[in-house]
């Protein structure tokens, strides 16, 4: 279930310091120095900048942190120190100070904070703030025995000079985009037994309903009168039945014009009878990244009441080998009556999301965007998801958004002479092409989406196979090993500039 921070906001010259302030975060500029908007906070609060230079505690470098105790009477017992990069732009070097800071603090006790200097009266810093706060106290409890769960409030004391009314508006977007991101990294950790597609239907159900969202749950034999059978072909091998979750957001109830959005919800990919080696299969619980993304980012639209309409379509399945699962030179006949010929029953997502973005397309959206993590890696690395599409604004747009969510992608080609690899002998198209190298195998199955998308609609494919989850080796200070939620942030930011647009 989705966990609802709840933040509340006080001038740190009310708060009765030695009562309230359990911590403070300061930052700090590159070189040493204090920013000078927390060296005035923490002289309010009676630490003299002195005493953390002569403890040895102010980081000189970008994203280096410091954390050690305060001594005394009537002073916060903790300072969280880190280093502020003012390169990366105001908004931008707040929130990633502040998600490392979160991962920093301890408990759920008040939080003295001021922003930094660089980002004072700039719209977005606040909400910047507590959603990097939010992101960064993330912790994954549900398996442990003997931890104190992850904080569900936030008690600031901030020393602004903003209208209040403002700045709580601010904090409060923070959160729900914060939390709606906190939940896809929750589902992505949840154990494939705990998550099989009837399962996880139900939660989304739950939380999107909540937050406005018409849903309707697909079941098994609805998918089959249907003719959904891409996605009853990839869950043949598996005892868990699949189900298609559906949904329907109006915010702007004026229009029509709608977005559609499919997500691929491969709750277990074991690579089906193309069996993964079990180094790959190991992180195969997080294939279902995409669907849980645009599931947050749908419910961040419901309760931040963005004006835009969303058609969404979350096909999931389970992908097992067995004696009934689907068989290298299967044909199958998807919604829309194209057929593919199996090569490799490991690329299913393709297959499922098919059957949906064929359906989603019937209804006349005014732009569509599949998410997914469809091919083992993309050529950007681990920092930057992939977007292929043939709509360069489009594509432009999310990148973008992208940038700004602190949720970077990057434009890569959807080369269309490759095409030709997916030829098949005996169907309209094969699910892959033979022996393709990694780096073009994005493109490729992005072509196999784009056969089930008419000519005239602008769509993208954003590949989040590289990004759905950091690992030791890409882990970074704000961001751990593990779930990212990434791009349900990036995908409010677009809806939010779609909404504005129209
Ligand atoms: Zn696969």
Redesign the pocket.
């Known amino acids: 279930m989705i966990r609802e921070t709840s933040v509340r906001l006080r001038h740190v010259e009310e708060a009765r310091i030695d009562a309230d302030a359990e911590q403070v975060v300061a930052f700090t500029c590159p070189g040493d120095r204090l920013d000078p908007a927390s060296a005035r906070m923490l002289e309010r609060l009676g630490v003299a900048p002195g005493e953390l230079e002569a403890s040895g505690l102010l980081p000189a470098r970008v994203h280096q942190v410091a954390t050690g105790p305060l001594l005394g009477a009537g002073r916060p017992r903790r300072v969280v120190l880190v280093g502020l990069d003012p390169e990366a732009g105001a908004v931008a070097a707040v929130r990633d100070a502040a998600t490392i800071a979160g991962r920093h603090a301890e408990g759920d006790g008040p939080i003295a904070v001021a922003l930094p200097t660089l980002a004072a009266r700039r719209p977005g810093a606040t909400e910047a703030l507590v959603e990097g706060l939010i992101l960064g106290r993330h912790r994954f409890d549900r398996y442990r025995s003997g931890v104190a769960p992850r904080p569900s409030a936030l008690d600031l004391l901030v020393a602004a000079d903003v209208a209040e009314d403002a700045l709580i508006a601010e904090a409060r977007r923070g959160a729900i985009v914060a939390d709606a991101a906190n939940w896809a990294r929750d589902l992505a950790t949840t154990a494939p037994a705990d998550k099989t597609p009837e399962v996880l239907a139900e939660e989304l159900r739950a939380v999107v309903a909540a937050a406005g969202g018409s849903v309707r749950i697909w079941s098994e034999r609805e998918l089959e009168a249907a003719g959904f059978r891409g996605v009853l072909a990839v869950a043949s091998g598996s005892p868990a039945r699949p189900a298609m979750v559906e949904i329907e957001l109006r915010g702007d109830a004026s229009r029509d014009a709608h977005v559609a959005l499919a997500g691929k919800g491969?709750t277990f990919?074991s690579?089906?009878l193309?069996l993964?080696a079990v180094e790959s299969m190991y992180t195969?619980k997080h294939?279902m990244g995409g669907a849980a993304a645009v599931a947050a980012a749908v419910y961040a639209a419901g309760r931040l009441a963005l004006p835009v309409n969303l058609h969404v379509a979350l096909p999931l399945v389970e992908?097992m080998p067995s004696g009934t699962a689907l068989r290298p030179g299967d044909v199958i006949e998807h919604w829309n009556g194209m057929t593919s010929e199996v090569v490799?029953?490991?690329?299913?997502?393709r297959l499922i999301l098919a059957d949906a973005i064929s359906y989603l397309t019937t209804r006349a959206p005014r732009s569509l965007l599949a998410v997914s993590t469809l091919t083992g890696t993309t050529a950007v690395g681990a920092d930057l998801w992939g977007v292929f599409s043939d709509a360069h604004d489009l594509a432009g747009d999310l990148v973008e958004a992208g940038r700004r969510a602190g949720e970077p992608g990057w434009a890569l080609p959807l080369w269309r002479p490759y095409r030709s690899y997916l030829d098949s002998a005996v169907a309209d198209l094969r699910n892959t092409g033979e022996r393709l190298t990694y780096s073009v195998a994005g493109i490729v199955a992005s072509l196999f989406l784009a056969e089930f998308v008419p000519p005239s609609l602008p769509w993208a494919h954003i590949d989040i196979a590289a990004t759905v989850a950091r690992t030791r080796l890409t882990a970074n200070a704000a961001w751990p090993a593990g779930a990212t939620g990434s791009p349900a942030r990036a995908l409010v930011r677009w809806l939010e500039a779609t909404g504005a647009a129209a």
């Not at 490799?344 to 997502?349: I, K, Q, R, V």
């Open positions: 491969v990919d690579g089906g193309d993964k195969m294939d992908n490799s029953p490991d690329a299913e997502g």
